[in-house]
């Protein structure tokens, strides 16, 4: 069958399971970047951690990356942190200026390498098709540090992100909880820069969560159900990216394809939404009229 | 005066943010099962009030005590709520969620709400005549009935001290009229109350004390004694007693 065919490539495989995984983890932080209304916020980390995968390459090959994009990641939340606590600047206006100013170092930086097209489409679009066994295991480990952080965490996370007010009044210590989230953010950017890259990311951790979003209003749906669209695109995406390159001969990048089955699966869920709240409403009117009545 | 024990004391106290003071020369004490309106104009620092008594703005100069205990020391006891509009109502939470957020100090990190917990969540849903909208999710309450909900998470958190930030602010009659039985239990129970309002009917109305504020003390005592036209024009300042103090002032006496 044709969604189980591909995989008997060990580097198919390999890629299944890399993105299936990625995909899980960046829909369940989604919800709460989605929550805290912070995709700005991630698409500058994401942008941050690019210079971070460039320098770990320079200095130590492709074993690099993953150090590189951990320390820039982990520096940009604490900064991303500190910036937004405190609110003289405009927000937007420094985030912007960050999120440019680090780029613009990772581009200089790689453009002095010869060849560097190529390094550049691999860092800021990924190659899940060369996912080894070693950085299988560094996305299994950063998921699971991240899964466990978030489960431990989920209240306070949960009451900062409804009434930050009431969550200081009640002892929350919000910038260390807005610090912890913005690592998680970092780590899985991190996570997903071998296989999608730094550019397409955003993705993963956005559009699952706001399917869910508009699929269910409780959280403990919402939750699960992104984790599965984030899967479940990751799955699709490959599928259809190996059967119009070998079926049909038309080559497909496998992240920007993932990226673009995420964003039908969006608009499914988003008409099915749509469709769900009309229900509602005229139930919740014919309920009114028979109490009313 | 009172046998009951102070639960609020402020001693000639002063807060700021940073270099810039805020409130000034606040002084008086609240005893248990009493009640406070701070009463000022907008801006005049009844929400930084608060912040004070929580432990988030900084005393500069003299002295604020909650339950015996320097503010941020005493949030465990003390139980906050906000004004409803200043919550997103699209955030996907229930209002049993909400409620049972009042609890989240009790129950933890970890362990699963227990059946105590779950009790006192409908408790307190009960109290301010919500018990059945639990399922609801509370953006689709009304303006007053989320008021109510966020009192019933803090009713759920069993507070010695109760501060509540303009909760009588476009609500309703029925829901104005919760707020105040909840609030009334409240006292009657032992908690004190600080609650920051325009509405100089509902200080009268469910106020031992007033506290007039405009950046520093106009007043701090018995509703009747510190509600006076002059003690308010002082506060309000001409123009804006003109608008509003005035009227008010003539439908309470």
Redesign the interface.
């Known amino acids: 069958m044709i969604l189980f065919e591909p995989f008997h490539l060990p580097f198919m495989a390999r890629a299944l399971v890399e993105l299936v995984v990625l995909g899980a983890l960046a829909g369940t932080v989604g919800v709460l970047v989605l929550?805290r209304r912070l995709a700005f916020v991630s698409d500058t980390l994401t942008h941050t951690v690019f210079p971070g995968v460039v320098i770990g390459h320079l200095m130590a090959g492709d074993g690099g990356i993953f150090w590189g994009a951990l320390a820039a990641g982990v520096a940009t939340a604490v900064l991303l942190t500190l910036l937004t606590q405190r609110r003289r600047v405009s927000e937007d206006a420094a985030l912007a200026m960050l999120l440019t100013t680090l780029f613009a170092v990772g581009v200089v930086l790689v453009s002095r390498q010869t060849g560097f097209t190529s390094d550049l489409t691999a860092f800021l679009f990924g190659r899940v098709l060369t996912v080894t066994e070693a950085q299988l295991a560094q996305t299994a480990v950063v998921t699971v540090v991240v899964v466990a952080l978030l489960a431990?965490?989920?209240?306070?996370l949960?009451?900062r992100?409804?009434?930050p007010?009431?969550a200081?009044?009640?002892?929350v210590r919000v910038g260390l909880l807005d610090l912890v989230l913005n690592v998680a953010v970092a780590l899985v950017v991190v996570a997903a820069v071998k296989a999608v890259g730094t550019i397409l990311v955003i993705a993963l951790l956005i559009v699952p969560a706001a399917a869910a979003?508009s699929l269910?209003?409780?959280?403990a749906v919402?939750v699960p159900l992104a984790c599965l669209v984030g899967a479940a695109a990751g799955w699709l995406g490959l599928v259809v990216s190996y059967e119009a390159s070998v079926g049909y001969g038309v080559r497909l990048a496998s992240g920007a394809t993932v990226v673009l089955v995420l964003v039908a699966m969006y608009g499914l869920a988003h008409a099915a939404g749509f469709v769900r709240r009309k229900a509602g409403l005229s139930r919740a009117r014919r309920r009114s009229v028979l109490e009313a009545a | 005066m009172s046998e009951r024990a102070p639960t609020l004391v402020l001693d000639r106290a002063s807060v700021a943010y940073g270099d810039v003071p805020v409130l000034e020369e606040l002084h008086g004490v609240v005893h248990e099962g009493e009640a406070v309106a701070l009463i000022g104009p907008n801006g005049a620092g009844k929400s930084t009030f608060i912040k004070a008594l929580l432990g988030l703005v900084p005393v500069v100069r003299g002295r604020i005590e909650v339950l015996g205990r320097p503010p941020a020391q005493a949030r465990r006891d003390v139980a906050y709520v906000p004004q409803a509009d200043t919550l997103d109502p699209d955030f996907p939470v229930s209002v049993e969620q909400v409620v049972m957020m009042g609890r989240y100090r009790r129950i933890g990190w970890l362990r699963r709400p227990s059946a105590e917990d779950r009790a006192e969540v409908a408790d307190a849903l009960e109290r301010v005549g919500l018990a059945g909208r639990a399922r609801d999710r509370f953006g689709t309450l009304s303006g007053g009935q989320r008021q109510r909900v966020l009192l019933a998470r803090a009713i759920a958190a069993k507070p010695r001290m109760l501060l509540l930030d303009e909760p009588f602010n476009g609500v309703d009659a029925v829901s104005q009229h919760a707020l105040l039985e909840a609030i009334g239990s409240l006292k009657a129970k032992g908690a004190s109350v600080v609650v920051s309002t325009h509405d100089l009917a509902i200080a009268h109305l469910a106020c031992d004390e007033v506290c007039l504020l405009n950046r520093h003390q106009f007043g701090f005592g018995p509703t009747g004694d510190v509600l006076t036209p002059e003690r308010l024009r002082a506060t309000y300042g001409g123009h804006a007693l003109e608008l509003r103090g005035d009227r008010v002032i003539v439908t309470q006496t």
């Open positions: 929550l431990v965490l989920r209240r306070p949960l009451l992100a409804f009434d007010e009431g200081q009044a009640a002892g979003r269910s209003d409780r959280l919402i």
